[in-house]
């Protein structure tokens, strides 16, 4: 390249860099972007009191700490996953009070003194639950990566239809207000819990066993 046009093509770009600068200097700060600058001072942190697998856990957490966060990073229960981190995967749920909640879309709290259970407490006297022995049986995961938010999704969702829960495809509840757990039932039932693996059919078909052995 001629020197004198590399020269010239060098106090051009430095013009316009310097110019970008100034411009940004001397335009106004919307509100919006002043709040997306990160501020150097925390929240302040909260004793709580959480009880998980029927445990009391004493923690020291920021109002803005999720509760998936608070049991993985905190308490070390890594069961529940983050997976998208957004409500969409299902990967991250647990039982709060008996109900699935996805726990990255909740703060832990708002959860002092309710009763939380994640996939390690669904075990039973240190062996694995009536759903997790279906899941082994008939092969319902692969990596495994969403199956401890299938399996708590699962156990309220049985619930949920034994105590006459209807679904978008129920046509009605029988006179014991139980519903039956038919497979495309389940499969709406469970329609926020994705396995990216493609393991619906085995999923289904477990937990269709023990809703039925149940019922």
């Known amino acids: 390249m001629n020197p004198h046009r590399r020269a010239f093509l060098g106090t051009v770009a430095r013009g316009s860099i310097g110019a970008g600068v100034m411009l940004a200097l001397d335009a106004p700060i919307s509100p919006g972007v002043a709040a997306a600058v990160p501020s150097s001072s925390s929240a302040a942190a909260h004793d709580l009191s959480l009880r998980v697998n029927g445990v009391y856990h004493e923690l020291r957490v920021e109002p803005r700490v999720t509760l998936l966060d608070a049991l993985r990073e905190h308490l070390r229960l890594t069961g529940a996953k983050k997976g998208c981190d957004r409500g969409q995967c299902g990967a991250c749920t647990v039982l709060i009070n008996g109900r699935r909640v996805n726990s990255c879309l909740t703060l832990a709290v708002m959860h002092a003194g309710d009763d939380i ?8 006297d240190g062996k694995p639950g009536e759903l997790q022995t ?14 401890p938010g299938q399996l708590c999704s699962a156990t309220a969702m049985i619930e949920e239809a034994r105590h006459g829960a209807a679904s978008v495809l129920s046509v009605e509840l029988v006179q014991s207000r139980q519903t039956a757990l038919q497979d495309a039932e389940i499969r709406e039932r469970m329609s926020g819990n994705i396995c990216r693996c493609g393991a619906y059919p085995n999923i289904v078909a477990a937990i269709a066993k023990v809703a039925r052995a149940r019922s």
């Open 117 to 124: 259970t994640t996939v390690e407490g669904l075990a039973v």
């Open 134 to 147: 279906a899941f082994l049986e008939l092969d319902a995961f692969q990596c495994g990566f969403c199956t």
